[in-house]
């Protein structure tokens, strides 16, 4: 089968690979029908984080069971599921609580030894514990398959932004970052009852989608110029849920900054800037509490697929260009180079 | 009258200052009864907490109410009263939320131009939101009055490190730092329900009061020793609440190792070591959350009052010395020396 492998810092190949097949009986395999590009692909594309050369890269999916192994109860072939962006036992004491990607037999994709997201196929470690069905019929509606493929990572990272920050109905929140995450954690707060949602961001098509995700107000500025004019919009008290998508010591920083005292950062962006972003004197004096960390999408999916399908939420909008599997090389460039928000992988 | 005057590190001295004194129609004056120091007096006293030469100090104390002014209502001469370690408004929207240090018009006793509570008397500004009165039988029972004390700071700050640390009813509790305000919060988590609790600290004068507070488990180990024995007391796990109660860089570090995936640590140890110790890596990628900050004790006395009244806690273990108050400079030597816990100063 072909697949998307990363070599280098922005060396990303397609490739014939091994195919995907059941190796364990708990495994399933999905023919990927989406994939995407996640802002965090980028950290590997850029060098910031590293990856072996050769490895698979690709945590986002939906697809179709090809086959499964014999110890598989909930899937057979033909059933449509979404992968969450990290594979889990669902039977461990992390699992059963809700938190699948601390599960001891957990793995993410790409890693090392398993299948990334960006490819024709994917072994699916745990199928039972892992993958959440979808409804058959969504296989002909591709906008709704691409609402659904938001599950896979980020509609859930931005939900869990928002549950760590504490957001409730009447609250005002402010999101830090106009990435996909940043937009669906708009979404997840107008979702969660939010009453006011500042949206930071300058990018004018991005902070539209967050308009029209639920943003009330839009804030183009960055550090100091933004806590103040987050303040302004505040009456001077800040916002009491903050979240945080960008993972930058300037994004933390500004995030906790804006917090109303007693609030709370619920920050999802992959951290890169080591602690220094985190002031503790200034949490320490307000009160401000700092949660969040890497989203337990599995948990979330049930719930956001439910207000999917329904259409309540409607995350597709944060998917602004296509490319097939040959074109995913494009597709990064393009996200790094910000001429794209999210770009959706057909097959 | 005469109070404790700091007039550079390691000079604390028992001076004539000029007497207490309503000032504004909110004020009362409060005849000192008992007072204390506290431990994060001593970083002033060993000059990491910078203090203008001069300056008051000590902001734990309950006494007596002896003058009012025109627009307090709720106390009169004669009451028997327990002040929290900042005063506050009691009327602005974060005395109503219950966060009293963020009142714009709260402040920290022993602040240029205010009483410090180590003197013989204070000025409480905003008396009607700050004070919290006691019955006044109390007054002749000086192991009571002893545990009353408590409530002004550690037994209050303990409890917040509890709180936002989400310790609930079966938990397992880890507590980093054996002084006043950790041997507190391992009160505070038995009172809040927890099953286990996990006592780090090395002096075994502070294990055994911690013993007596509630401690299920005594780590005496550092660093990478004790997060390994902490580890292994919990299957290696972690523990779901860790209480923070020191403030180091060290302490903050091994806190987060301690804590359980998807678990938190309430941190109420005064930072002093920058945010080095907060690795925001290691608590993406468990989900270990970082609340607390200073504790709004004028939210919680009145509960904690009731319970002490009550005798289901009595805090007053952690008083293991007693000074008049020309003793003070040697009560601060004493902590400082570490050959007492906490000193209480009688009046």
Same mark, same amino acid.
């Given at each position: ?6 070599? =280098?810092?922005?060396?990303? *190949? ?10 364990? @009986?708990?495994?399933?395999?999905? *023919? $990927? ?15 910031? %984080? ?26 057979? @072939? ?22 699948? /990607? ?9 890693? @090392? ?7 024709? =196929? ?7 514990? $892992? ?5 058959? #019929? ?7 398959? /691409? ?9 859930? $990272? +931005? ?12 609250? &005002? ?6 990435? %996909?995450?940043?937009?669906? +954690? ?17 990018? #004018?098509?991005? &902070? =539209? ?12 500025? *960055? ?10 919009? /505040?009456?001077?008290?800040? %916002?009491?849920? !903050?979240?945080?998508?960008?993972? &930058? #010591?300037?994004?933390?920083? &500004? ?6 005292? +007693? ?14 972003? !985190? ?35 409607? @995350?597709?909008?944060?998917?602004? %260009? $296509?490319?097939?599997?040959? +074109? ?20």
């Amino acid at each position: 089968m072909r697949a998307t492998v990363i070599h =280098a810092p922005h060396d990303i *190949r397609i490739e014939e690979v091994p195919d995907a097949a059941v190796r364990e @009986p708990t495994d399933a395999v999905v *023919r $990927t029908v989406l994939a995407c590009i996640c802002g965090s692909d980028l950290w590997a594309y850029r060098g910031v %984080a590293s990856r072996q050369p050769g490895q698979r890269i690709g945590h986002e999916f939906l697809g179709v069971v090809e086959a499964v192994g014999a110890a598989v109860t909930g899937f057979r @072939p033909g059933d449509l599921v979404v992968a969450p962006f990290v594979w889990s036992d669902g039977v461990c004491e992390f699992c059963v609580e809700g938190l699948q /990607t601390s599960c001891p037999h957990g793995g993410f994709w790409g890693t @090392p030894g398993s299948d990334g997201g960006q490819g024709e =196929a994917v072994r699916v470690p745990f199928a039972d514990g $892992t993958l959440v069905q979808l409804p058959k #019929e969504a296989a002909s509606d591709q906008h709704l398959l /691409t609402a659904l493929l938001a599950l896979s990572d980020v509609m859930s $990272t +931005g939900h869990h932004a928002a549950l760590a920050a504490g957001v409730r109905p009447g609250a &005002t929140v402010a999101v830090v970052g106009d990435g %996909a995450v940043g937009l669906c +954690g708009v979404l997840a707060a107008r979702r969660l009852g939010a009453d006011r949602i500042i949206a930071l961001g300058r990018h #004018e098509d991005r &902070t =539209a989608i967050a308009r029209k995700f639920g943003a009330t107000d839009v804030v183009p500025a *960055r550090g100091e110029e933004a806590v103040a004019a987050v303040r302004e919009l /505040t009456g001077g008290s800040g %916002a009491h849920a !903050v979240l945080e998508a960008v993972g &930058t #010591e300037e994004s933390m920083r &500004t995030a906790i900054s804006i917090a109303r005292d +007693g609030g709370a950062v619920g920050y999802v962006g992959v951290p890169h800037g080591g602690s220094a972003g !985190v002031d503790i004197s200034q949490m320490f004096d307000r009160n401000v509490a700092v949660c969040g960390g890497v989203a337990p999408a599995r948990a979330y999916i049930p719930e956001l697929l439910a207000d999917v399908l329904s259409g309540r939420i409607d @995350p597709s909008p944060v998917f602004d %260009a $296509t490319v097939d599997l040959d +074109g995913v090389p494009d597709g990064y460039r393009a996200m790094d180079e910000r001429t794209a928000l999210k770009v959706k992988i057909t097959f």
